[in-house]
């Protein structure tokens, strides 16, 4: 599974599923430009980036502002020439109760998780359906799939990322681009970590014991790892993947079957 000559850009790669996403692409043989709202993990990254031996380029890019990455991609395809694969995977979670949620909380919530993927897949269609080929892959969760107390917002954002990665897919079908969204289930990054002591500290659990809760609801028996989350984001910017269009691919060691 080559991606040998292709241009990827991936968002939120500063740390987490996004880096581990930038280094697998770039291990596939993929040149990878990396952006986050944090300009020195962004540059970290470029730099393992660059040591794997792949060109890269790395910014600071806020998803919500649809020009910082808008701009971002046309600098990609002004220095490497074509833009193959975007990878929106920059995305913020928050633990509140639902009837507290006040309009700060579900602003930002769906700029970042809503806005900045539309954003991100408006920036890359343009160039790739003018080359009339491309991969768009957006990062949902598998709390698109089903409900829960805590996080109203967060769930309802990542419904609506893999309701729009379908209706990305019909409009770049014609193009021969796809468009495809992953949704992971509990990776062992920041994230978690806040969401472990955040859910904790309402329901009445030490640090450390959310997640290891929830380890036993896992079939796999582990926790998730971001590279198990990369690995399926290479496969979908691959080839191989040219004829999987609008899908939502459930990572998450087999907790929820659909
Ligand atoms: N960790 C999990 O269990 C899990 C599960 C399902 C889905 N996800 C999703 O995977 C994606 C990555 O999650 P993670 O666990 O690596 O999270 P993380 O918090 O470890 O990393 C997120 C990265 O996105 C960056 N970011 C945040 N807001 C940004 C913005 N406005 N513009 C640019 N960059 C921004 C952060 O600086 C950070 O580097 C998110 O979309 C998340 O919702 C995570």
């Known amino acids: 599974m080559s991606l040998q000559g292709k241009i990827a850009i991936v968002t939120g790669a500063g740390r987490g599923i996004g880096k581990a996403t930038a280094l697998r ?25 660059q040591a794997i031996g792949r060109r890269t380029l790395a910014q600071r890019v806020d998803v919500t502002q649809r020009s910082e990455i808008s701009a971002f991609a046309d600098q990609v395809v002004d220095q490497f020439g074509h833009l193959d694969v975007m990878v929106a995977n920059a995305g913020i979670v928050q633990v509140k109760f639902w009837l507290e949620l006040d309009d700060v909380d579900l602003d930002r919530m769906f700029a970042v998780n809503i806005k900045g993927v539309i954003y991100s897949g408006q920036a890359a269609a343009r160039h790739m359906m003018g080359q009339r080929s491309g991969r768009i892959i957006n990062i949902a969760s598998v709390a698109a799939k089903f409900g829960r107390p805590l996080y109203l917002h967060y769930g309802a954002s990542k419904a609506a990322v893999v309701n729009l990665t379908r209706a990305e897919a019909y409009n770049l079908a014609a193009y021969g681009v796809t468009a495809n969204s992953v949704c992971p289930g509990i990776v062992d990054t920041k994230m978690w970590e806040y969401l472990d002591e955040a859910l904790g500290r309402i329901e009445g659990r030490p640090k450390g014991e959310t997640i290891k809760q929830r380890l036993t609801t896992i079939p796999m028996g582990r926790l998730e790892v971001p590279e198990d989350v990369a690995g399926v984001v290479a496969f979908l ?15 998450d060691g087999g907790t929820f079957m659909e």
Do not use: K, N
């Not at 709202?37 to 540059?43: F, G, L, N, T, V």
């Not at 910017?237 to 990572?251: L, M, N, R």
């Open 25 to 49: 692409l770039a291990r596939g043989g993929a040149d990878v430009a990396v952006v986050d709202i944090d300009a020195s993990s962004a540059e970290d990254t470029a730099r393992e980036v």
């Open 237 to 251: 910017a691959s080839d191989e993947a040219g004829y999987i269009t609008g899908q939502s691919v459930i990572v």
